[in-house]
């Protein structure tokens, strides 16, 4: 008999309703748009508006809408990329530094579809235009900022063994020379040196030691060199990975290429040097005595005289400020920096935590320096871009400002909070201190943009070619089938449409090999459907009733389909973990197509024939 069960019709009719609905979405194409954001100290809300507005009017665009996001954001929807392009140089020279403009892509999914969770699926670097980035770690920089850090613990070490010295200074050759006061033991050093730094065999530095009279000399192994040159590539990767994360860029690519290069593909954004901001802007706080009051720090500045121990620096309110030239704790000794509220003023902090060794020197420092004031200066690097005779030049510029010089009211160590930040900025901190440090600093080798056209062209292409394979397999199973090619057309439908329903949900990536892999799904659930009809014809020439030669044809070809399609999905999860980049999007798209294709072929296409042929009482023969 062939018979179908009512509860598999009801499931199949909602993946249907399902798919049909979580596919609807990529009908919406996304609004080219031009994203406006105050930084610090410029006037936001409705005179920002205003100021974008007049922006609009001077460059003789009529924008879709103009819509505020929270403050200090302003976004524009446009028509075409052209406007957002021209509009992105009109508001540029017309706000000038003291706002961010950047390039956007905004959906236009109705707001209904996106309360219930559906949302496009996400278009790779190839599809959706996009940045492609090539960036240079600098190795020797990594190697030289572990060198001072190793000097700089040499001092404390020194100091805490009440061992005098002259100096301890940092050779190109990776070697450390410390110079002790005459008389000094130079054996005494290295012993209470090796002692606080380890042994290799402990995982301390590989130093070799020589001693001559009282000259110390600590050269760092080749072995050691060239881990710190391989791990500051690997911590950079770790860092960048994070900070992309937070741009909130769909499925970007970040990959080691050689020994000291990485590739970073930002699919959807257009704005290189917005990007090359937010990549590389660093921020980070450093801790220092106050050394005069307001009335030193004022004549300082006026006779342009600072005392030998301290730095000049500006208070958030213009004021001058002398601070100590000694840092009593850097950046690399700041663990994490959490924002919150602070409950007595309403505004925002930060939970400040310190490693080991920071936290200690705090403790010291605050035990003999209650009632003095302590500095807490901002320091923001940012990667600036600029035109020099018609060629790009890359730079950076350091940004520093003392956003706290509060009085030391008791004793803490490694965990305390600050003000002085705003919101954004406390945000930022936390932000680029959880991601961590770069280990070493990074220029960008080369860096493409592909614009949204030629991704639009791969589209086409690809949709194209993904449309005149199902056309194809749909004339030749017309003509070489009948009523059972037809069967197998709309269950080939029905697997398309699930495939898209899936990777919109998951929010899965489709690329240009994407493409290639969603085109071999429909190959495959061809062969599925060819082996279930070629199965049924074998039956009917053995002399099976219609009915009968339908359900035999279905029960025995299942076990082969299962067979063959596990392989194809092992051959696709093993691409998906070993394959990068292009490797990834195809394996995607074929592993989603073979779990969807096994449903279709089996089931869904059993139900249609059922459906068709089930219900007739004398059926002495088939369409196929």
Known sequence: ??????????????????????????????????????????????????????????????????????????MVRLASPDQQTQLQDALRDTLGQDYSVALNLLPTVPKWLDALGANPMSLGLDLQGGIHFLMQVDQQAAVQKRMDAYAENMRSLLRDARIQYRSVDVRPDHSVI????????????????????????????????????????????????????????????????ERINALGVAEPVLQRQGADRLVIQLPGLQDTAEAKRQIGATATLE???????????????????????????????????????????????????????????????????????????????????VGKRLGIVYIERIPTVSMVDGKEVQGSRIEERVIS??????????????????????????????????????????????????????????????????????????????????????????????VVAVLSLFGATMTLPGFAGLALSVGMSVDANVLINERIREELRAGMPAKAAIATGYDKASGTIFDSNMTALLAGVALYAFGTGPLKGFAVTMVIG????????????????????GGRKKLKSIAI
């Open 1 to 74: 008999m062939l018979e179908f069960p009512r509860w598999k019709y009801a499931v199949i009719v909602l993946v249907l309703l399902a798919s049909t609905f979580y596919s609807l979405p990529n009908l919406y194409p996304k609004d080219p748009s031009v994203q406006v954001t105050a930084n610090r100290g410029a006037a936001t809300g409705v005179v920002l508006r205003q100021k974008v507005e007049a922006g609009l009017a001077d460059a003789g665009l009529k924008p879709k809408s103009v819509e505020m996001d929270g403050d200090d954001t302003v």
């Open 178 to 241: 410390v110079t002790l006061q005459a008389g000094g033991n130079a054996d005494a050093a290295r012993a209470a040196l090796v002692k606080g730094l380890g042994s290799p065999a402990a995982g301390g530095p590989g130093f070799t030691w020589a001693a001559q009279g009282a000259t110390l000399t600590a050269r760092l192994s080749e072995a050691d060199i060239n881990k710190i040159a391989v791990d500051a590539v690997d911590q950079n990767r770790t860092v960048i990975a």
């Open 287 to 369: 801790f220092r005595a106050v050394t005069g009051d307001e009335a030193t720090a004022a004549a300082a500045e006026a006779s342009g005289q600072v005392p030998p121990d301290s730095r000049l620096y500006k208070q958030q309110s213009g004021a001058p400020i002398l601070l100590s030239k000694r840092v009593l704790v850097s950046g690399d000794q700041l663990l994490s920096a959490v924002p919150g509220v602070d409950q007595q003023s309403g505004s925002p902090d930060v939970s400040i935590t310190l490693n080991a060794a920071g936290g200690k020197r705090m403790l010291d420092h605050t035990m003999e320096n």
């Open 405 to 498: 010089a509060s009085t030391i009211q008791g004793v803490f160590g490694n965990q305390f909070h600050t003000t002085g930040l705003s919101q954004d900025e406390a945000q930022s901190l936390a932000r680029q201190l959880k991601s961590g440090a770069l280990a070493a600093p990074m220029f960008f080798a080369d860096q493409r943009t592909i614009g949204p056209s030629l991704g639009k062209e791969n589209v086409e292409r690809g949709t194209q070619a993904v449309a005149f394979a199902f056309l194809f397999t749909l004339a030749f199973f017309m003509v070489y089938y009948r009523m059972f090619g037809l069967v197998t057309c709309a269950a080939l439908l029905m697997n398309l449409l699930m």
């Open 594 to 613: 073979i779990l969807t294709s096994v449903f279709t072929a089996v089931t869904v296409s059993r139900a249609l024939a059922t459906l068709i042929y």
